[in-house]
Nanobody, 115 residues
Framework: VQLQASGGGLVQAGGSLRLSCTASGSIGGINAMGWYRHTPGKQRELVAS???????TYADSVKGRFTISRDNAKNTVYLQMNSLKPEDTAVYYCNVTTDWGFAYWGQGTQVTVSS
């Protein structure tokens, strides 16, 4: 199973980026898909997640600015990030949890927001 993430980069504060992550391989049924982020010196934190039933969870810090969505036919999860702030700077990791409870992680994509 592989998770291929893309869409990170450098953007000015107030700008937008869209992350995508596609799962491939013998992954079976996917339950939840989500995005986490990590900043040096801090624990990895959940940014947003979406279950197969459509239940969405956002970190308080991104509510109203970020939107998570998924395309089940493509095994792909997206994260639309608007009104980016310097504190959103981090390495973003996609995460997939299967119906059997196995979790897989993408390789991480850097998001840098300049002030």
């Amino acid at each position: 199973v592989q998770l291929q993430a893309s869409g990170g980069g450098l953007v000015q504060a107030g700008g937008s980026l869209r992350l995508s992550c596609t799962a491939s391989g013998s992954i079976g049924g996917i339950n939840a898909m989500g995005w986490y982020r990590h900043t040096p010196g801090k624990q990895r934190e959940l940014v947003a997640s979406i279950t197969s039933g459509g239940t969405i969870t956002y970190a308080d810090s991104v509510k109203g600015r970020f939107t998570i969505s998924r395309d089940n036919a493509k095994n792909t999860v997206y994260l639309q990030m608007n009104s980016l702030k310097p504190e959103d700077t981090a390495v973003y990791y996609c995460n997939v949890t299967t119906d059997w409870g196995f979790a897989y992680w993408g390789q991480g994509t850097q998001v840098t927001v300049s002030s």
